[in-house]
């Protein structure tokens, strides 16, 4: 079932949202997961409807926890710079293939790199829609946002065909697909249980990593948890670790001859 926009009046951006994703827009409606806008807040949120108290999902550049990240952004200290080869002065070029809530673009944003952002759920990338265009209003990321940040509605399984008709640059593809989590993990946050719900398991992630080698030029990253199988069984050059998570680095022949 599609996501409806749900809004007391219509307005000419919510239905530019509506037809750029193929959602209907609705007053009202009894479908599971729904994207409700708030005039007072300028945002559009993702709610599913037989949670009790919740806030909603949004994507929201501008929140404190964002915020405190951004202030104090190096690339000694993200793991995931490392892991797409941020060295020095060097930026690479980046398509997220699997953007989801665009968390991780915007940290390789804001350290500097252009990234291109795919999602193909249309509710997801409503989301994101949503988010870049606050984000763009914004005084302290006006200036770089709209050069560093780029969003493509379409399905990554399509890569090389969305690289050569946008004509894009790629240096690095950064692959994060849903991957089933361990029971133990069920304290994920209400508002994670709806985002997890309505995108599904991507069953079809293993696809995505010869799409990705076809279209870095230097690397592919994959992003899984700890505790996870590579992606299509292949094993990377490396992997940078963290606690929770692991950074699958596949380096390109150019990039291992050097
Ligand atoms: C785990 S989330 C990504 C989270 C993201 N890294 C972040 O920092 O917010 C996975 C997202 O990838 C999207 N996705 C999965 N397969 C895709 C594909 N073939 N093309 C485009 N998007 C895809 C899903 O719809 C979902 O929104």
Same mark, same amino acid.
């Given at each position: 079932m599609q996501t409806p926009i749900i809004s007391a009046t219509t307005t000419p951006y919510l239905e530019q949202v509506a037809a750029e994703f193929q959602l209907p827009l609705l007053t009202? /409606? !009894? #479908?599971p997961y729904q994207l409700h806008w708030s005039q007072e807040k300028d945002t559009l949120a993702l709610v599913q409807? !037989?949670?009790? &108290?919740q806030t909603g999902v949004k994507v929201d550049f501008l929140d404190a926890a964002v915020n405190y990240r951004r202030a104090n952004i190096s690339v000694k200290n993200e793991l995931i710079a490392r892991a797409c080869g941020l060295k020095g002065q060097q930026r690479p070029s980046i398509i997220d293939a699997t953007a989801g809530l665009g968390r991780d673009a915007f940290i390789l944003a804001a350290l500097g790199c252009k990234v291109t952002l795919i999602e193909r759920t249309p509710a997801v990338a409503a989301l994101l829609f949503d988010g870049l265009r606050r984000a763009r209003l914004h005084p302290d990321l006006s200036d770089w946002i709209s050069q560093r940040m780029q969003l493509i509605y379409a399905n990554a399984l399509q890569l090389s065909e969305i690289k050569q008709k946008r004509q894009l640059k790629a240096d690095v593809v950064y692959l994060d697909p849903m991957f089933p989590h361990k029971k &133990? /993990? #069920? #304290?994920?946050k209400k508002e994670m249980k709806s985002f997890q719900g309505l995108v599904g398991a991507d069953a079809d992630a293993d696809l995505l990593l010869p799409q990705a080698k076809s279209c870095a030029s230097k690397r592919v990253v994959v992003k899984r948890p700890g505790y996870a199988n590579f992606i299509n069984d292949e094993t990377p050059d490396f992997s940078v670790k963290s606690k929770k998570h692991r950074f699958d680095v596949y380096l390109t022949m150019t990039e291992q001859e050097n």
């Open positions: 009202e /409606s !009894d #479908a409807t !037989d949670l009790p &108290k &133990k /993990s #069920a #304290a994920v």
